[in-house]
C-alpha cells in the first residue's frame, strides 16, 4: 500500500466536513478553500480531492446532509404516537427548534448563509424542507391555514432559533422559553 493511499485511508468524510462546516461558518464559502481546509487537518489538499472533487461538491453533500437530517427530525415526529394532532404539532415546532440549536453551524450554513456563490446549492434542500414542514403543519392543524399562516408560523420559530443562534446559545438554555413560544404559535392557530 503506498503511503498516499494510506493517508486517504485516515482521512475521513466526516472529518474533512465537520472542518469545512467550521471554516465554512467562520470564513465564509468564498474564502474558505481546500488548502485552509487540509493544513487544518494536517494533510495535502490533494487528499481531501480523494473524497471530494471540489468545494462546491464538498458544501453541497455537506449542506444536504444537513437538510436529511432535519427532515428525519420531521419524520419521526410524524410517526411517533401521540395523543392529540395538538401533540404532534407542538412536536414538530419543538423538535425544529431544538435541531437548529442544538446544530447552529448546520442550521447557519442551511439558513443563514448570504454568499452568491453557494445560493444555487441551497434551492432543492430548503425547499423541499419547507415544503414538508409546512404539508406537516397543515395536516395537524384543527383549522384550514392559509399560505401566509403556514409561512409566519415557520418565520417565527425560524427568527427564535436565528436569535439564539447569533448569541451562541445553547437549547439547554431556552428550552422553557422555546416551549412557551411553539404553545404561543398553536394558540395563535387554534
Known amino acids: 500500500m503506498s503511503p498516499r493511499k494510506a493517508a486517504h ?5 466526516v472529518a474533512i466536513i465537520t472542518v469545512a462546516r467550521d471554516l465554512f461558518v467562520k470564513e465564509g464559502y468564498s474564502a474558505a478553500s481546500m488548502r485552509k481546509i487540509a493544513d487544518i487537518l494536517h494533510c495535502s489538499h490533494g487528499a ?3 473524497h471530494f472533487k471540489n468545494k462546491a461538491q464538498l458544501f453541497y453533500e455537506m449542506v444536504e446532509a444537513d437538510f436529511q437530517q432535519l427532515n428525519q427530525v420531521l419524520e419521526s415526529v410524524l410517526s411517533e404516537s401521540a395523543d392529540t394532532n395538538e401533540q ?3 412536536n414538530i415546532l419543538y423538535r425544529y427548534i431544538e435541531f437548529g440549536l442544538t446544530h447552529q453551524k448546520h442550521y447557519e450554513l ?3 448563509i448570504r454568499d452568491n456563490d453557494v445560493k444555487s446549492y441551497l434551492q432543492e434542500g430548503p425547499n423541499n424542507s419547507y415544503l414538508q414542514f409546512a404539508q406537516s403543519i397543515n395536516s395537524l392543524s384543527a383549522k384550514p391555514l392559509s399560505i401566509k399562516e403556514t409561512w409566519s408560523i415557520f418565520l417565527s420559530m425560524h427568527g427564535f432559533v436565528t436569535h ?3 448569541s451562541e ?4 438554555e431556552v428550552k422553557e422559553l422555546a416551549a412557551s413560544h411553539v404553545n404561543f404559535l398553536i394558540k395563535a392557530i387554534s
Do not use: G, H, P, V
Request: glycine content about 0%.
Open 48 to 50: 481531501i480531492y480523494y
Open 164 to 166: 439564539y443562534c447569533k
Open 169 to 172: 446559545t445553547s437549547f439547554d
Open 110 to 112: 442551511m439558513f443563514l
Open 88 to 90: 404532534k404539532l407542538y
Open 9 to 13: 485511508d485516515e482521512l475521513t468524510k
